[in-house]
């Protein structure tokens, strides 16, 4: 069964289709990068998928592991395994990361039947993934991303993720605003994640991230639709001849 | 405290959480993690809360604490 199946997908915001009929499959184990255009709706398919309001599916559907996705609440999806890593995750000033990671991790947890995480025994859990990934702990004693850089914002949505260890990841851009360094160790943390038992999205404008996190399937996505499939081969055609080609196929 | 202040103080927390701070945004992205739209709201609010009340003088913290409790209950549900 594939953990995630995207059927003929079309999607509105406010009176204007983005999403004209996408459809994707991704099986358990793989890894797909999805490259296109500036506003060729590829945040757009991610927030759907994480059940952000204002979008509406007219048609088409989207299945998580046989489950109608677009049925559950967000924070069922969450509980299920669904992991959005967001493009520009939002600042909640006031609100300390690590109470907020332990909230959520157990509110998962609890929605699921599992047993809560003690305050002692999450503060290990989260101290040592922190550490894989190179986060200082005053950045998790600080405000929910609240005044954090571009780049430590990313950090922490790749923190929330290998914490959470969900089913299906969708990685919206999380190389904008990294430095080299940075982007390493973001990616060796995606590896270490890389699992028979998970399957990712990729999102990204560039090829060099695929260096890194090597994808089994490419997509490239325009206007709304996935117009072209490959392997990584497609995504260093794509940096030299760019989108232009597939103008016309959208 | 005079009482016209701690009433300045109410509104700064209602107009605060209503419009800026609590924002749709900021909803979805605590759902999405995992909380309740319930807990999501209790969890902003008193993150709100607690970054006002750094801000303020001492003095205010016993007055301004019992204000909260007025509004964490009138706010959530
Ligand atoms: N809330 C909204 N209101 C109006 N238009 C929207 C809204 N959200 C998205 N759009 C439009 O939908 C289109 C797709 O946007 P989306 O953010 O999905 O693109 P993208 O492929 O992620 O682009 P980028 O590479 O720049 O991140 C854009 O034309 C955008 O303006
Ligand atoms: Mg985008």
Redesign the interface.
Known sequence: MSWLEVKDLKVRVEDREILHGLTLTVNPGEVHAIMGPNGSGKSTLSHVI?????YEVTDGQILFRGEDLLEM???E???KGVF?A?QY??E?????TM??LR???N??RK?RGESEFSKPDFLKKVREVAKSLNIPQDMLKR?VNAGFSGGEKKRNEIL?MAL?EPAVCILDEMDSGLDIDALRIAADGVNALRSPHRAMIVITHYQRLLNYIVPNVVHVMSKGRVVKSGDQQLALELETAGYAQFEDVA | MPYVEAKNLFAIFEHEATTSKISEDVLFYCTQRGLSQEEAVGLVLNGFVKDVLQQLPMEFAVEAQKLISIFLEGSVG
């Open positions: 994480a059940g952000k309001p204002g609440e967000p924070d999806r969450a509980a959005p967001f995750p939002v909640i000033p006031g609100v300390a109470n907020f909230t959520a991790l509110a998962q929605a405000g929330q959470f």
